[in-house]
């Protein structure tokens, strides 16, 4: 069973915000949906073997923090259990059935929590549906999650 703060998501903006009830409560949702939307929302931090988006390298881009990217709760978690997924190093992909596969690993990497919870993987399809663009599906038991991505082209 989940228990999680509710939260909405708006396709158009492609943002999510905290849901409220009538009284201006905060709404609890007993599905894994908060769960899903946040592992494929937030960014997971790359690794140092990672290629960046931009084209860097650890030898030609300056030193930051900021440049991996990365969830900040992670540094939190006490058993380095990492949050997010690293679908944007594929931000300047082009559209490619490796892009695709990589996505979709990326995406199955970042729901790896569900088998833990609930003794069945996630089922992830990732699919081209437009010279560039990706539809995935996210299947969690009974919930579902349909989004899409355009990539670079």
């Known amino acids: 069973m989940f228990f999680d703060l509710a939260l909405t ?3 158009q903006t492609r943002r999510c915000d905290l849901a409220l009830g009538a009284d201006c409560d905060l709404v609890i949702d007993e599905t894994p949906l908060p769960a899903m939307l946040l ?3 937030l960014d997971r931090r790359a690794g140092p073997d990672d290629p960046l988006p931009e ?3 650890q030898f030609l881009a300056p030193a930051s923090f900021c440049e991996r990217r990365g969830c900040i709760g992670d540094a939190l978690d ?3 259990a990492l949050t997010g997924t690293k679908t944007w190093l594929l931000d300047r992909a082009k559209a490619t059935e490796t892009t695709r596969a990589l996505y979709q690993f990326w995406l199955e990497e970042s729901l790896a929590w569900v088998e833990d ?3 069945a993987p996630a089922e992830v399809k990732v699919e081209w549906i437009d ?3 990706l539809r995935y599906r996210i299947q969690v038991l009974d919930t579902e999650l ?3 991505r355009r990539m670079e082209g």
């Open 131 to 133: 010279r560039d663009k």
């Open 39 to 41: 592992s494929i929302g």
């Open 55 to 57: 084209g860097r390298s």
């Open 9 to 11: 998501y708006d396709p």
């Open 117 to 119: 919870e609930t003794g």
């Open 146 to 148: 349909t989004l899409s």
């Open 78 to 80: 006490p058993f380095g």
